[in-house]
């Protein structure tokens, strides 16, 4: 049995402990900067703060579940797993194409506020990321095999099409901002702010999404190899993912210590 596992029980305390000690204290700083700051433009940074408050509570109620209710515990995981395998990188990917359309189309930038675009983009997240995640709990015994396969095949699709747009994105921001480099002594504080963005958003899907979706190939494997080991090791690849964003955002603002000096952003 899978909790019978010590690979299982190390890989849930590592899958746990991270954002149990990290992630609440910078997402909770995160959401409340978002939220008083007032400004549109953190819309899509507070909903990124929310989702992920809600995965480190969904992370820490697994980790108890694996030692008081085990029986529940593969509920709990076939929630979490997809949860953050859709909303972390679609989160990213709307901030990663605000930024995009910011600095590649600044006239439709503008557009932004008129249509309430990043209102929509938050919506869509939840909209997306709950029947999905709920789905694979309420998928029973009674479910065709195929119906299964396409459970757990539809968050990964959608994973690798969000990464391939923040990785497509990004890199033509960082052209983009090249090309405008040249000729100045310094470059623009607002260029600057996003270009650490986008290299935090890239680095985010190369270091901690792309391996997700190559461990997802051994799906099929035993359930004590896969289910047992493998999952919580991509867990805490997408827990770590959901706080990487943050911090970096967090510094480019000044508000990571008190002690930080924010960005001139004139």
Known sequence: MCEESPNHLVGVML???????????????????????????????????????????????????????????????????PYAQIGGPMNLSFVCMEHYVAVIHPMAYLLLNKYRCREACSVTVWIFTLPISLANILAGEDVSARTKESLRNVPLGVMVVLTAVV???????????????????????????????????SSIALVFYIPVMLFKK???????SYGCTIVPFCIFLLSAASVVHPVFYLHTQGKLFSCSKPQNKT
């Open 167 to 201: 990785l497509a994105s990004s890199v033509a921001i960082a052209r983009a901002l090249k090309r405008s480099g040249p000729g100045r002594d310094q470059q623009h504080p607002v260029e600057r702010r996003a270009f650490i963005t986008v290299c935090a958003i």
């Open 218 to 224: 051994y799906q099929n494997l035993a359930e004590i």
């Open 15 to 81: 899958a746990t402990s991270f954002p149990f000690i990290v992630g609440p204290p910078v997402l909770v700083k995160l959401l409340w900067f978002t939220f008083t700051s007032k400004k549109t433009s953190d819309i899509l940074n507070f909903n990124l703060a929310l989702f992920h408050i809600f995965q480190c509570l969904m992370s820490i109620l697994y980790l108890f579940i694996c030692f008081l209710f085990t029986d529940a515990k593969q509920k709990v995981l076939k929630f979490l797993f």
